[in-house]
């Protein structure tokens, strides 16, 4: 058994909107230890981005515990939590998010810049191991507008690694990109998994649950189904596979 | 989250939309370079007015006869020969913060030399008038106490007179000219001193005894004005109340009624001056305020906008770490980078057009210390005021929100 690095206990999340209490999530249990690679599945309006707001410490639970590597997030201030998320958690975003006009080291120096324990210096050298780990160490003063969007993202995968957290938060990380830059991305997360990261990647996509080691699915903010992969795909052969473009 | 970390970050945003920050450091700069070129305008003229009251004698005193009923008709107070030289002997007598004392008598003619003449002013004074006006005698010599004894018909004239009378650049000194009909003659020449404040010409003038005046020209025993200078400016009221009591007993005017003549003060009409032009400094900097107000609602109007047009990376920014007061600084900074740094240009271009206002309108100008740092405080508060609203809207955005906004 790994290191516990999620853990929720029976978490509700209700909206009020109007005079109706909207239920997002309706008790939601379960654990994430060092080191797994979990999907979480489910069709628009099953609670995934609420579940994912919650993991991401931006939403904190009506009710149930929240452990986020131990530390109990639920007790927590807006600015505690700014700092867990600075410390501990990187997101990916579907769109990216990347700043305009600014090139690839400077974003992923980014949530390095909101800790003061770093120098400058410090800030620009991890940013480029970061950038190399991603494959794009020869992209590293191209500003975001001249990217692709599989570079773009794989930029967004060096901000997400660059302070080193305990878990890496992707919501609908391929969501934007064509089938073989998804595989590109996906082959990056398998090797990020391999390296012993935690990733929790919430998907609508059904394929890219068997490359992850664990699912979990949700429907109508409760989790139905919460499966070990034991017989994980490898994107890399995957990738191989494909027709290579010629024209 | 360090300062300067913050400031690199403004500064990158500022730098992501050059003409945008520009146009809008452009409405401060204008505001700024308005304030400190009318408040250089307006201190420049204060300024001029004071040293030429200064140059006059900040200290001089004048005392006039006054205006009096007689039997129910107001007479004008030059008709009025209530002031004698035995007033101007008591006052010098008995007065201790009155140092120089000068009666006056003045009449006025032509002046004539050969066939050369010019019309002027002739003025009846002693020794002293020339210290208490700060005339001093150029060629030659001021006349002497034998001269006001024997009312000598001798003059000491000045530059314009001069230049009148005698165009082929003669010496004037021991020449005669005459005044009406009384030849005097001439035995000194003032310095030049220009104009005053009020656009009087101070070198068309001739001097002479007063006793010649009184007895050769006007036929008069009273005169009609006495000048004096109190020992210091500071001491001027204390001189005059003195005057004022030593001329009342001479006039045995009862207690209760009013007095039979007039005292004015260089100080009086300073602060006159003054507040004439501390006034129009004020209307001068009000219109400038405006006009930097004016400057600051653009920087809010662009402020706000920057924040909604980047709700995304703010949500971003959030979701990495960045607290409330972390967006709030971002912004802030970014607020007073552009007020300040137009604060500064505008200052330069304030200074740049005062100067100019001076070299092609011959108008005196003077920049100020404290100008330059009323506008820059102004442009710093202005910055943070304008700019506050826009960093808390920010400020306050719920990162899911925010990182959804399309």
């Given at each position: 058994?790994?290191?516990e690095?999620i ?6 999340r209700h909206f009020q909107?109007g005079?109706e ?15 797994e ?13 609420t579940l ?8 904190t639970p ?5 452990y ?11 600015n505690?939590?700014?700092?867990l998320?600075?410390r ?7 769109s ?9 080291v400077e ?6 810049m909101?800790?003061?324990s770093?120098?400058a ?10 950038l ?13 507008n001249?990217m ?13 690694l ?9 919501d609908?990380a ?8 998804s595989?590109?991305?996906?082959v ?14 919430v ?8 490359y ?8 109508d903010?409760?989790?139905i ?23 | 989250m360090?300062f300067?970390?913050l ?5 990158k945003?500022?730098?992501?939309n ?25 201190q420049?003229?204060?300024k001029s007015?004071?040293?030429e009251i200064?140059e006059m ?6 005392i006039?006869p006054?205006?009096?009923m ?17 007033d101007f002997s ?7 913060h009155?140092?120089?004392i000068?009666?006056?008598v003045q ?10 003449n010019t ?6 004074v002693?020794q002293?008038?020339?210290e208490i ?6 060629d ?10 024997t ?9 314009t007179?001069?230049?009148?009378l005698?165009?082929d650049g ?7 000219i005459r005044?009406?009909s009384?030849?005097?003659?001439i ?5 030049s ?9 101070q ?7 007063y006793t ?7 036929a ?10 109190a020992?210091?400016?500071?001491d001027t009221e204390v ?5 004022t009591?030593?001329l ?13 003549f ?18 129009m400094?004020i209307?001068?900097a ?12 653009g920087?809010?109007n662009?402020?706000?906008v920057?924040?909604t ?9 959030m ?15 970014e ?5 300040v ?15 100019l ?5 011959n108008?005196p ?7 330059v740092?009323?506008?820059?405080a ?11 609203y ?6 306050n955005?719920?990162?899911?929100e925010?990182?959804?906004y399309e």
């Amino acid at each position: 058994m790994g290191k516990e690095i999620i853990r929720l206990d029976n978490i509700r999340r209700h909206f009020q909107v109007g005079d109706e209490t909207v239920k997002a999530l309706r008790g939601v249990s379960f654990t994430i230890e060092e080191g797994e690679f979990v999907t979480i599945m489910g069709s628009s309006g099953s609670g995934k981005s609420t579940l994912l707001n919650t993991l991401g410490c931006l939403d904190t639970p009506t009710s149930g515990e929240y452990y986020l590597d131990g530390v109990d997030v639920r007790s927590m201030g807006k600015n505690e939590r700014a700092t867990l998320r600075n410390r501990k958690i990187g997101f990916i975003f579907q769109s990216y998010n990347l700043l305009a006009k600014t090139t690839a080291v400077e974003n992923v120096e980014l949530p390095l810049m909101y800790n003061p324990s770093y120098s400058a210096k410090q800030r620009k050298a991890m940013a480029i191991d970061a950038l190399k780990a991603v494959g794009l160490g020869d992209r590293l003063y191209h500003k975001s507008n001249q990217m692709s969007g599989g570079q773009m993202q794989r930029v967004a995968i060096a901000r997400a690694l660059v302070n080193n957290p305990a878990v890496i938060l992707a919501d609908e990380a391929t969501g934007n990109l064509d089938t073989r830059t998804s595989f590109e991305i996906l082959v990056l997360f398998q090797r990020l998994h391999e390296e012993g990261r935690t990733i929790v990647f919430v998907t609508h996509n059904p394929e890219i649950a068997q490359y992850s080691s664990r699912n979990i699915t949700l429907k109508d903010g409760k989790v139905i189904s919460d499966t070990r992969n034991d017989n994980i795909l490898d994107a890399r052969a995957a990738l191989a596979a494909m027709p290579v473009q010629t024209d | 989250m360090n300062f300067v970390n913050l400031f690199k970050i403004a500064l990158k945003a500022l730098s992501n939309n050059k003409m945008r920050g520009f146009l809008t450091m452009l409405g401060i700069i204008i505001g700024v370079a308005a304030v400190i070129t009318m408040l250089a305008i307006g201190q420049g003229s204060k300024k001029s007015i004071q040293m030429e009251i200064s140059e006059m004698g900040s200290n001089m005193i004048m005392i006039m006869p006054g205006a009096y009923m007689r039997g129910g008709v107001r007479s004008s107070s030059s008709d009025m020969e209530s002031l004698k030289l035995a007033d101007f002997s008591s006052i010098e007598a008995s007065c201790p913060h009155v140092t120089f004392i000068s009666p006056i008598v003045q009449s006025s003619a032509q002046a004539i030399y050969g066939a050369n003449n010019t019309p002027t002013s002739i003025y009846g004074v002693n020794q002293d008038y020339l210290e208490i006006r700060s005339y001093k005698v150029g060629d030659g010599d001021i006349f002497t106490d034998q001269d006001i004894r024997t009312a000598a018909k001798v003059c000491v004239v000045g530059k314009t007179i001069v230049d009148n009378l005698f165009p082929d650049g003669e010496n004037p000194v021991g020449k005669v000219i005459r005044f009406g009909s009384i030849p005097f003659r001439i035995i000194g020449v003032l310095e030049s001193k220009g104009y005053n404040s009020m656009g009087m010409d101070q070198d068309d003038v001739i001097l002479a005894p007063y006793t010649t005046i009184q007895k050769r020209i006007l036929a008069i025993n009273h005169i009609q004005q006495i000048v004096c200078a109190a020992t210091s400016e500071a001491d001027t009221e204390v001189a005059i109340s003195e005057i004022t009591e030593v001329l009342r007993t001479n006039h045995k005017i009862k207690a209760g009624d009013d007095d039979n003549f007039n005292i004015r003060s260089q100080e009086e009409m300073a602060s006159m001056m003054n507040s004439v032009t501390s006034m129009m400094t004020i209307l001068l900097a009000a219109v400038a305020g405006i006009s930097l107000v004016v400057g600051g609602i653009g920087i809010m109007n662009i402020m706000y906008v920057s924040v909604t047009e980047r709700t995304r990376e703010i949500g971003l920014r959030m979701s990495i770490g960045a607290k409330g007061r972390d967006i709030l600084a971002q912004f802030l900074i970014e607020s007073i980078l552009i007020s300040v740094t137009g604060g500064i240009i505008g200052v330069l271009f304030g200074a740049v057009a005062a100067y100019l206002v001076q070299l092609i309108g011959n108008f005196p100008v003077s920049v100020q210390m404290w100008t330059v740092v009323l506008a820059f405080a102004v442009c710093t508060l202005t910055g943070i005021f304008f700019g506050w609203y826009p960093a808390k809207k920010a400020s306050n955005l719920d990162p899911i929100e925010a990182l959804r906004y399309e």
